[in-house]
């Protein structure tokens, strides 16, 4: 039988967004002979990371439903969590938050929460079903002081109170600093040239990137807006994005309308980021809200200087004028400026690509977010156990 402590990562699907990617990554740094992981999704998609969670480690359950369909998936959850005698559910956004809480109420066991975005910006149904059964839960782990904010402001019947069964944490996302690095020059050879190379940049050119989910609340026509407007003063600039999403018809036929399409390269959706991060000069974000985005950390972690907007945790990492620049949600259009400054100045561009690894090798680790996972882990089942 087994001593380790059994943990159950509760997620609605497997995509390649931000949560998801955390369970893996998280697990690759964790002590595996204490704890044991095992991840159960409901949607299937076919891009999703079933194989980055196995290599982790993990041990990975498909129970199909969609969003409404999780409400009958209660009593059969339930009875998995009974049959595989885990010790801790750690469900992620909304709705593997709501089945959590409800599978909870009949099980002597702690329920760990992340929360990876500010409330208002979910949709009527998530957001409410979130509000109304918040309290019935542990532990509530906030990815940014902005996310833990909101989650005070729209709580409802005081589930802060003194001696009340829920807790609330800040644990900051964390990268894996000793993977994300920017590359020497052995590895330069194999992974930013041939990105390059095969993209049909030239070596000696500048690269503005970013890697997203194509949603509404990246804004990327506001991306491509701005970057068609720094190439009419710098032609010669290429601009990279890793992804795929609802937005990508419209942004390529605003790319095409623009006479600017041989400078745009989309990649797709990639298993590995590392070497398309490590052709990147300037990381570039437009969003309109972010929980804190784990791209833009390990774009840094690679040396990769960040401009962008202030939203949600990305005001918690960039120190305007040292690790990048910011601006203010709606005044997105001072962004084309702070990349020319950039692009135009090479010393300067270089230290703010120091002071950026070095932010997050000091703040954002994934060995200090590991850290903290593991202390509030101990703490929900030593109160269990009282």
Known sequence: M??????????KSLG??????????TALVHDQSRFEFHCLYFYHQEENIVDELERAGIQVHLIPSGNLGLFFQVQRVR?????????????????AGILARFVGRKLAIPIVYTEHNTWDRYNKVSYW????????????????????????????????????????????????????????DEGKGKSESSVKSNLGIPDDTHVIGKVAVFRSQKRLWLWVEIAIRILKKEP?????????????????????????EKNFHFVGVQKEVLPYLNSMDIYLS??????????????????VPVVATRAGGIGEVIQDGIQGFLTGID????????????????????????????????????KRMVAELEAIYDQVLQKKSE
């Open 286 to 303: 437009s969003s309109e809200f972010e929980g804190l985005p784990i791209a833009m950390l390990e774009a840094m972690a690679c040396e």
């Open 236 to 260: 010669h600039v290429h601009f990279l994005l890793v992804g795929d999403g609802e937005w990508r018809i419209r942004i390529e036929k605003q790319i095409v309308d623009s006479g600017f």
């Open 79 to 95: 009875e998995f969590v009974k049959q595989h005698d885990f010790d801790i559910i750690h469900a992620h956004l909304p709705w």
């Open 331 to 366: 005044e997105w259009e001072e962004l084309e400026g702070y990349c020319l400054r950039l692009l135009r100045d090479a010393e300067l561009q270089q230290k703010m690509a120091k002071a950026a690894r070095e932010q997050v090798v000091n703040h954002f680790s994934m």
């Open 16 to 25: 390649r967004g931000g949560a998801e990617k955390l369970i893996p990554e």
């Open 129 to 184: 079903g979130n509000r109304l059964t918040f309290k019935q839960q542990d532990v509530a782990i906030a990815v940014s002081n902005e996310v833990a904010l909101s989650m005070q402001l729209n709580s409802i019947w005081d589930p802060y109170k003194r001696g009340g069964r829920l807790k609330v944490r800040v644990v900051q996302n964390g990268v894996n600093t000793e993977i994300f690095r920017k590359m020497g």
């Open 2 to 11: 087994s001593s380790k402590i059994k943990i159950i990562h509760l997620i």
